[in-house]
């Protein structure tokens, strides 16, 4: 995993009036099993409340995106990991919200025991790697050119952005590709 984050050559995006994020692809061992931490957004949330999403949200001042997607992480999820735990990065990816997302892969690793903040996490998932390699799912809206990509887990359909995020992360460590995922739409009810 850390030889594929290595090799991938990310890419960065500059979106003039963007506010910056960052999301942890938080790596952990449940059960002999390799996954991620998936969230489902609290009901009660301001903004994407019911939405799949991955620990994060935007950069306090001073923050770089690593120190932001760890703090999201023990904010969110209650997990604590130094930087030192960061295995790389994969590519921004900007949102119809006016965000610019950095995802931050981190390494947990077994016995870290997730507590979940009822503000802001409704139901907390593990999807091993196995789960996330799945195929994604491509639909076409009136309001864009681009495809919309959904994935096909934990029961329903996650999309873009928390969709394209984990789809690349497939991609990079699971099968050793290197797959843009910039060019994925969100779907409309995710452009508030």
């Known amino acids: 995993m850390t030889a594929a984050l290595h090799d991938f050559r990310f890419a960065t995006a500059e979106v003039p009036?963007?506010?910056?994020?960052?999301?942890?692809?938080?790596?952990a061992q449940v059960d002999?099993?390799?996954g991620i931490w998936l969230m489902l957004r609290a009901e009660s949330m301001r903004t994407h409340s019911g939405q799949f999403a991955l620990p994060g949200g935007?950069?306090?001042?001073?923050?770089?995106?690593?120190?932001?997607?760890?703090r999201e992480l023990a904010e969110e999820i209650g997990i604590v990991v130094p930087r030192s735990a960061v295995l790389g990065r994969l590519?921004?990816?900007?949102?119809?919200?006016?965000?610019?997302?950095?995802?931050?892969?981190?390494w947990v690793g077994a016995g870290a025991?997730?507590?979940?903040?009822?503000?802001?996490?409704?139901?907390?998932?593990?999807?091993?790697?196995a789960e996330i390699a799945v195929p994604p799912q491509f639909v076409s809206i009136p309001e864009?050119?681009?495809?919309?990509i959904q994935l096909p887990?934990?029961?329903?359909?996650v999309h873009a952005p928390t969709a394209a995020v984990i789809h690349q992360f497939a991609e990079v460590v699971v099968h050793g590709r290197h797959t843009r995922v910039d060019g994925y739409e969100q779907p409309v009810f995710a452009w508030r």
């Open 113 to 129: 025991t997730p507590v979940p903040n009822p503000d802001e996490v409704g139901t907390l998932f593990f999807v091993s790697l």
């Open 153 to 157: 887990l934990v029961g329903s359909l």
């Open 91 to 106: 590519d921004d990816y900007p949102t119809r919200s006016g965000y610019v997302i950095t995802p931050v892969v981190c």
């Open 32 to 34: 002999g099993r390799f």
């Open 144 to 148: 864009s050119p681009r495809p919309v």
């Open 58 to 70: 935007r950069l306090d001042p001073g923050e770089d995106h690593v120190d932001a997607a760890l």
């Open 17 to 27: 009036g963007a506010r910056r994020a960052a999301v942890a692809l938080a790596v």
